[in-house]
């Protein structure tokens, strides 16, 4: 059974930076797609970022200030986001998928099969 749980989540002030952590617990971390997606309010959920076999793919929105990373040894992925800016706000949710289940576009809800509960980032303006 896989568990995911984000940490690190807070406030930040526009410009500023923010880690935040998802803890992986379950079997073979290293073959698992890890995404991040992010709700902010009254709006639908949105791919972020993810990470799959050394490789990575982000939403042009972040490109050039979000990087996903993936620690094997700590069965954690992180999300490193730099010039944040208000439109950043949300809940930031990490997802994840077995390779020999991975179906459809990464950028897709549907393409994985497990959630965390997420994690609130706020930047304020």
């Known amino acids: 059974q896989v568990q995911l749980v984000e940490s690190g989540g807070g406030l930040v002030h526009s410009g500023g930076s923010l880690r935040i952590s998802c803890a992986f617990s379950g079997l073979s971390f290293s073959m698992y797609h890890i995404a991040w997606f992010r709700q902010a309010p009254g709006k639908e959920r949105e791919f972020v970022v993810m990470?799959?076999?050394?490789?990575?793919a982000s939403a042009d929105n972040v490109k050039g200030r979000f990087t996903i990373s993936r620690d094997i040894a700590k069965n954690t992925v992180y999300l490193q986001m730099n010039s944040l800016q208000p439109d950043d706000t949300g809940v930031y949710y990490c997802a994840a998928v077995h390779v020999e289940h991975a179906r459809g576009p990464i950028s897709q809800e549907g393409s994985y099969r497990y959630w965390g509960q997420g994690t609130q980032v706020t930047v304020s303006s």
């Open positions: 990470t799959a076999g050394g490789g990575t």
